[in-house]
T-cell receptor
Framework: DVKVTQSSRYLVKRTGEKVFLECVQDMDHENMFWYRQDPGLGLRLIYFSYDVKMKEKGDIPEGYSVSREKKERFSLILESASTNQTSMYLC?????????????FGPGTRLTVT | QKEVEQNSGPLSVPEGAIASLNCTYSDRGSQSFFWYRQYSGKSPELIMFIYSNGDKEDGRFTAQLNKASQYVSLLIRDSQPSDSATYLCAVLNTGTASKLTFGTGTRLQVTL
């Protein structure tokens, strides 16, 4: 079974703090993704990575950065957390796209910024 | 902006009925289409994908694709209370290096 794990299920941080969200996958997948999910807005892509040290901006990269030093690990960094970054953060991984393409999701991290 | 649109619901159907979930997309070059199910407080899981026009059946689930109308649907036959969840439609777009665009999801409630 594919397993994608995230470092925390719940996290509470203060405004201005630097926040690290970690994601690890055990299936040797090339692609990894970070999404945030908000009511009424659905899943929105923040950043993705298609190889070690490679990254591309998604639809809403502002206020975030990422790091992928090893194939299995993809980190999302909030440089200076703000209240509008309170959200559910989901990590996903996949092999490169085919018609039968599937992304596997981690359990999510619910981040609250106060 | 490539868009995927779904009615947010809730869609309420009685147990044993057919639930019909719909999705439209804007990118004519889209290649593959996916339905994910997300239970409350859980992460999405893939239930079906389709890439050819027509119907694809898997147990109680049938995905339908009409590329000319840019429309994809999911039918759930003999709906069960355990089918109550949010269903996310996702589209694999052309030239996007394996990125999916997700709709906002339709919440399905199966009533006893």
């Amino acid at each position: 079974d594919v397993k994608v794990t995230q470092s925390s299920r719940y996290l509470v941080k203060r405004t201005g703090e630097k926040v690290f969200l970690e994601c690890v996958q055990d299936m040797d997948h090339e692609n990894m993704f970070w999404y945030r999910q908000d009511p009424g807005l659905g899943l929105r892509l923040i950043y993705f990575s298609y190889d070690v040290k490679m990254k591309e901006k998604g639809d809403i990269p502002e206020g975030y950065s990422v790091s992928r030093e090893k194939k299995e690990r993809f980190s999302l960094i909030l440089e200076s957390a703000s209240t509008n970054q309170t959200s559910m953060y989901l990590c996903a991984s996949s092999t490169p796209g085919t018609v039968a393409y599937e992304q596997y999701f981690g359990p999510g991290t619910r981040l609250t910024v106060t | 902006q490539k868009e995927v649109e779904q009615n947010s619901g809730p869609l309420s159907v009685p147990e044993g009925a057919i639930a019909s979930l719909n999705c439209t997309y804007s990118d004519r070059g889209s290649q593959s289409f996916f339905w994910y199910r997300q239970y409350s407080g859980k992460s999405p899981e893939l239930i079906m994908f389709i890439y050819s026009n027509g119907d694809k059946e898997d147990g109680r689930f049938t995905a339908q694709l009409n590329k000319a109308s840019q429309y994809v649907s999911l039918l759930i036959r003999d709906s069960q209370p355990s089918d109550s969840a949010t269903y996310l439609c996702a589209v694999l777009n052309t030239g996007t290096a394996s990125k999916l665009t997700f709709g906002t999801g339709t919440r399905l409630q199966v009533t006893l």
